[in-house]
């Protein structure tokens, strides 16, 4: 389905207020803006499951969402993030393998514009914030802060 009009002007005008999408032109946020899909989430839904294989990348336009991550099989999530208006999700499984690293879960109302694999890829996938895009596991930070505590010792 095309995008009406003033839908379109509404998606240009907070696509180009995404801090990582400033190097892009507005051709390339216009077509952005003609793909995307307008999601909305309630309070609690998964919008993201880890281990699951995706296709997508969000944006999120509106609300909050919590990133959590389980390292064992028998253990609770652990929280890594929370995500606002602004921010983006899901670029992870569309670099190389397809599995989603994280859960990502409302926060309250969540609108998110969602883009489709092939379109990121041609359009935002070679944003250097997003291709190098790396989080650091727990492990590992916990790894790094103890080396720091002992050569600072
Ligand atoms: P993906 O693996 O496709 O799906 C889950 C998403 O959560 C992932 O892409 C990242 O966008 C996001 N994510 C993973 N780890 C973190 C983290 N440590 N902090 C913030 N976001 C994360």
């Known amino acids: 389905m095309r995008t009406g009009l003033l839908k379109h002007s509404n998606y240009m005008e907070f696509l ?37 294989t995706g296709d997508t990348f969000f944006i999120i336009s509106d609300g909050q969402v919590r990133v959590t991550q389980q390292n064992t099989a028998n253990e ?4 890594l993030s929370t995500l606002s208006r602004g921010d983006w999700f899901g670029e992870q499984a569309l670099k190389g393998e397809d599995v989603r690293t994280a859960n990502v879960t409302a926060i309250g109302d969540v609108t998110c514009l969602v883009v489709d694999r092939e379109s990121f890829k041609q359009l ?6 997003m291709s ?4 650091e596991s ?13 050569f600072s010792s």
């Open 16 to 52: 180009r207020s995404v801090p990582s999408f400033k190097t892009l032109t507005e051709v390339v946020l216009s077509k952005v803006a003609d793909v995307l899909e307008e999601m909305h989430y309630s309070d609690g839904d998964y919008i993201i499951r880890q281990g699951a």
């Open 76 to 79: 609770e999530p652990a929280f």
């Open 132 to 135: 190098n895009k790396m989080y």
């Open 138 to 150: 727990e492990e590992v930070k916990a790894k790094l802060e103890a080396e720091d505590a002992f």
């Open 124 to 129: 935002i996938g070679g944003l250097d914030n």
